[in-house]
């Protein structure tokens, strides 16, 4: 891996094990005060899901920041299972040794509600000055709703697009440039054993992991450092690939009513565990993406920059690094 493969705005960063590819948009920081923007993307994801975010930022003259995880595009593989721990750990080393040293708007969509998290607990939160979560993933997630339910996947979505299923496709705000490269990067054999080894290595056990932390005690996290909450519709992404494996005669009566049931009941499950992130800060907001899905930085990107907006007019003088 060179340099001369990355985008001009694109450079590796040497974080001691291996390198990771960082991307910076916008302008310089006028102050080191001045907040940036970090985008953490979810399992299995890489950063185009952010390019409409980012291309929507432009106005806003803000510095922000998106880099490849461990594995996926222009970054090297890590030596380290795909834990949260582990790459939380190496976003320390990548915030480190970039260095980034403005103030940091964390922007986690999905699995990066955990690894926020794990940052938060490996670095605490002095760097941090707030949060945006676009339908992220809390500690208790699995505990409340089964994302990856093997009859609803297996059973009655098999054979199913997601990505047309949910509407994605169709609804999505990327140019058509990005969109292709977006599609193109996880049709890439690099993409799908990356993916493959978060899904197996980190995701499932994450969970578990970080609640034994018991960070819920430490409550709250980012004092009054803003936290801007993002809902997504998962009922949306659900009923789409319900209806598209039932037009494939997919499923039992049996599986098809199992799955009905879980689209009932999943956006007030989802909810309730959105709403204890509100508990990371005494200055929050939760907001309903109801035009979404999962994947609202693709099709709402707007609401992802208000958020960003939100935590820049509501953050107090004291979230400046001491």
Do not use: C
Not at 115 to 126: P, V
Not at 279 to 295: D, I, M, N
């Amino acid at each position: 891996m060179t340099s001369s493969t990355l985008p001009l705005n694109g450079r590796l960063i040497n974080i001691g094990t291996h390198s990771l590819a960082l991307y910076t948009h916008g302008p310089e920081p006028s102050s080191p005060n001045d907040p940036v923007v970090l985008f953490v993307s979810g399992v299995s994801s890489d950063v185009l899901n952010w390019q409409a975010v980012v291309r929507l930022l432009g106005p806003l003259s803000l510095r922000s920041y998106t880099y490849d995880r461990s594995g996926y595009t222009n970054s090297e593989s890590s030596p380290l299972p795909r834990t949260a721990e582990n790459v939380a750990l190496e976003l320390s080393l990548l915030i480190d040794n970039a260095p980034i040293q403005n103030p940091l708007i964390l922007v986690g969509h999905s699995w990066a509600g955990v690894l926020i998290h794990e940052y938060i607990a490996l670095k605490g939160a002095g760097q941090v000055a707030g949060l945006v979560l676009v339908d992220a993933n809390h500690e208790t997630t699995p505990l409340v709703i089964k994302v990856n339910d093997p009859i609803l996947w297996n059973a009655v979505a098999a054979g199913v697009e997601p990505y047309s299923a949910w509407g994605v496709e169709a609804g999505h705000k990327l140019t058509q440039e990005e969109w292709e490269a977006f599609r193109a990067a996880e049709a890439t054999e690099k993409y799908k054993r990356i993916a493959e080894r978060e899904d197996v290595e980190g995701y499932a056990q994450s969970f578990e992991t970080l609640r034994r932390k018991e960070l819920s005690k430490r409550q709250p996290l980012l004092g009054d450092k803003p936290v801007y909450v993002i809902v997504g519709t998962r009922s949306r992404d659900w009923s789409g690939l319900y209806r598209a494996g039932v037009a494939k005669g997919n499923g039992t009566d049996e599986e098809r009513r199992y799955v009905r049931e879980m689209i009932e009941t999943v956006d007030a499950k989802s909810e309730g565990y959105m709403r204890q992130f509100l508990q990371l800060s005494t200055k929050s907001e939760l907001v309903f993406a109801t035009q979404s899905g999962h994947f609202v930085q693709l099709m709402q990107p707007d609401f992802v920059v208000n958020g960003i907006k939100w935590v820049l007019h509501n953050r107090p003088p004291s979230s400046d690094i001491a």
